[in-house]
């Protein structure tokens, strides 16, 4: 049985050179953004962990949803997960970014699934606000992803 | 009440309620004999619908391989809502816990110190003799 033990959206993220991550910033619980409707591309942490013995072959996926519950991104993560030596259990680590549409305010959510659709549930989504500022501020061509998160 | 991340990280700093950490996940420790008293820095973020857990309280509790409890580390704060359906709270502990063994330790966040109540699946956290070889199980 996997498990997860952290699904955070952090500012930023890297593998450093053993494998393990370095991240700023943990949680994001919120994004103001410039305009709707946009593209959204946020960074993912995701820790998982298994006994040994089992999960060879695993497929996860982290899927973001509106405040309605409709799916609107997703990652596919797949790997070949072997016991790691003589321990008990058996961790792996992803950082990636996650791409959505954001048309409306309110909290989003990502979990991880054992679907793409996001119908079956591993662990308990994680909330994710996003808001509109209230100041009207011009288009920024070209940009893509959030703006600074508001203290 | 949910736990969105729980790691031993290789350090973790809180500012103004957001978490910096490095190397997480700390999956091991080597140990240079035992007993000893390892303390690990732990990275924890929990959260909650607003409309409840207005004064939550956890613990963080450590097990050795047989599961018996080696260390805790209490937290009870209160925590009103924000204007958002959900609230955040992060933890950068500090836990301490006695090693008589190596092996396979768990660390947990339960609702109560006998960790019987946990919130979350425990993580795992092994622990090995320095300079012992894969397979030898520490010995």
């Known amino acids: 049985m996997l498990h997860v033990s952290a699904l955070f959206v952090p500012r930023s993220a890297a593998f450093n050179e053993q494998g393990a991550i370095n991240a700023t910033s943990i949680p994001m619980a919120w994004f103001q953004v410039d305009q709707m409707p946009l593209w ?6 995701l820790v998982v962990h298994a006994p040994a013995g089992g999960d060879y072959d695993p497929e996860i996926h982290v899927v973001c949803k509106d405040p309605s519950g409709a799916p609107r991104g997703s990652l596919r993560a797949a790997w070949h997960w072997p016991d790691d030596g003589n321990r008990a259990s058996k961790y792996r680590c992803f950082t990636q970014e996650l791409s959505f549409p954001v048309e409306t305010e309110g ?7 054992y679907d793409a659709e996001g119908k079956f549930e591993l662990s308990t989504p994680v909330p994710m606000s996003i ?11 070209g940009e893509t992803t959030f703006s600074e998160p508001a203290e | 009440m949910h736990v969105a991340a729980l790691l031993v990280a290789g350090s973790a700093n809180i500012d103004d309620s957001a978490i910096d950490a490095t190397r997480v996940p700390i999956t091991s420790y080597e140990v240079n004999q035992t007993p000893v008293w390892l303390t690990v820095p732990l990275v924890l973020v929990v959260h909650a619908p607003s409309g409840g857990d207005f004064d939550p309280e956890l613990f963080i509790v450590c097990k050795d391989p047989a599961g018996t409890i080696r260390g805790t580390v209490r937290s009870a704060w209160q925590w009103p809502d924000e204007d958002k359906p959900s609230k955040y ?19 947990g966040v339960y609702h109560d110190a006998e960790a019987l109540k946990p919130i979350a699946t425990p993580i795992p956290l092994m622990i090995n003799m320095a300079g012992a070889r ?3 199980n520490g010995a």
């Open chain 2, 89 to 107: 709270r992060c933890f950068t502990p500090q836990l301490s816990f006695a090693i008589e063994t190596t092996g396979e330790y768990t660390i």
């Open chain 1, 131 to 141: 808001l509109l500022a209230e100041t009207e501020q011009p288009a920024d061509d």
């Open chain 1, 107 to 113: 909290e989003y959510t990502l979990g991880v699934y």
């Open chain 2, 134 to 136: 894969p397979g030898r």
């Open chain 1, 40 to 45: 959204a591309t946020v960074p993912v942490v």
